[in-house]
């Protein structure tokens, strides 16, 4: 019996002895793994840094060959405004006669509005009729104006961008109210502004 137990004794050994030949042979395998991918690593890095060297620039152009324009503030806004794809269905005539004509009715409905507290109506009714057909003449304007004189044409762009700068103004203090987050009297200023941007605008379009 004893001899059993030493035989299994020396087979266990034997086994173990196996296992860790087994071990050692995986971790040299992948240590060489290691040390054949940095070499490879190091390698393309080699490859890259070299390529990077031999690059031969090319000759920058003469600096007396590069011509750069420098326009006027007015030649800016010119072309600013001559280049935008925006086709006018009227002449400016017609929409100065479509600003005049609802502009009574559109700044009375705000007023109402605005007295009766109802800023939430008041905002949206910029963009329905009646005030609709006065802001989109009013945008229109300038380009409509545009095909007969573009330095008129600027000037009135420049006005329709403070009338447009005013008529954001006064829709936000319009939803802020409504949001009891603004007092009234701001509502009543913005209008106040909406009303003299709209009138500088109309000035300007109609000085030849």
């Known amino acids: 019996m004893l001899n059993c137990i030493t035989a299994s004794v020396e087979r266990i050994k034997i086994k173990g002895d196996i296992l860790n030949c087994t071990a050692q042979g995986h971790s040299k395998i992948l240590h060489q793994v290691q040390v054949q991918q940095g070499r490879r690593d190091m390698l393309t890095t080699m490859i890259s840094t070299i390529s990077a060297v031999l690059v031969i620039p090319s000759k920058p152009a003469a600096a007396a060959s590069i011509e750069l324009p420098i326009p006027s503030k007015a030649t800016s806004r010119e072309e600013d405004l001559s280049s935008a ?124």
């Open 85 to 208: 794809f925006v086709i006018p269905a009227l002449s400016e005539t017609q929409y100065i006669d479509k600003i005049r004509a609802a502009r009574p009715n559109a700044m009375r409905q705000l007023s109402e509005l605005i007295e009766r507290g109802r800023y939430k109506d008041a905002a949206e009714s910029l963009v329905l009729y009646p005030f609709d057909d006065v802001a989109q003449s009013a945008f229109y304007l300038p380009w409509a104006i545009l095909k007969n004189d573009e330095i008129r044409a600027t000037e009135v762009k420049l006005s329709y961008d403070k009338f447009s700068k005013a008529l954001r103004g006064f829709e936000k203090k319009c939803r802020e109210a409504a949001s009891y987050r603004t007092e009234d009297d701001e509502v009543e200023d913005a209008f106040l502004s909406l009303n003299s941007s709209l009138d500088e605008l109309l000035k300007t379009a109609m000085y030849k």
